[in-house]
């Protein structure tokens, strides 16, 4: 995401939708700030649609709806609107006649970092994410290596992290199908990690 240049203002989340409807990029609504959502990594992509593919599948004939990739999320009646890589709800509350514009009760959130979007994506905007009382798991997966952060909030309203690895399942336990962490890089080459110099023996 990058700051636009002269950007405009809102009065009303309102005029941010119209606004945004007509523009040709993505952009964000943070602090009443306007972000653009630049292009991200194929990389990204793939991870991002890897878990919107197992998480339909998994939750095919269920209440619960995914969205990803272009699908807005209203955090807080301040008006700020993100674009999570994906988002699960089973809220009725996000199905209501007329208005498929925005979700605003999903439980889980699922963000694959960037190295720019990466501090953004565990401070600010996982404050953000937490304002949303039907929030209970935000899942942060990497592009570089197979690894992945589950952030749970538990009975007492507390965040509870667990690192993850290729090896582990995803342990939401609202989702009945077991969760490979490695689903999430299907089709992922990852660069292989560059190589120390070697030293030249002196002449």
């Known amino acids: 995401m990058s700051a636009v240049s002269n950007p405009p203002r809102f009065a009303h989340a309102e005029d941010y939708l119209a606004w945004e409807a007509q523009q040709a990029e993505r952009h964000e609504l943070v602090d009443g700030e306007v972000y653009a959502m630049v292009g991200a990594r194929l990389t990204h992509n793939t991870i991002a649609l890897n878990a919107v593919i197992f ?19 209203n ?16 809220d009725p509350r996000d199905r209501q006649p007329g208005e498929d514009r925005f979700i605003s009760h999903p439980w889980l959130v699922v963000e694959v970092l960037s190295d720019s979007t990466a501090a953004y994506d565990r401070g600010r905007k996982f404050e953000i994410y937490r304002t949303l009382d039907t929030l209970t798991h935000y899942l942060l997966v990497e592009q570089d290596r197979a690894h992945a952060d589950l952030f749970s909030r538990n009975e007492q309203g507390l965040w509870v992290l667990r ?20 689903s999430l890089f299907e089709e992922v080459d990852f660069a292989p990690p560059a190589q120390p110099a070697t030293p030249q023996a002196p002449d």
Request: with cysteine; glycine share 6%.
């Open 55 to 73: 998480l339909r599948q998994a939750l095919k004939g269920t209440p619960c709806r995914v969205h990803g990739l272009d699908a807005k999320l």
């Open 75 to 90: 955090t807080d009646t301040d008006g700020n609107f993100l674009y999570p890589d994906a988002m699960v709800t089973c």
């Open 163 to 182: 690192p993850l690895t290729a090896n582990d399942l995803i342990p939401i336990e609202r989702i009945a199908q077991p969760w490979p962490v490695a």
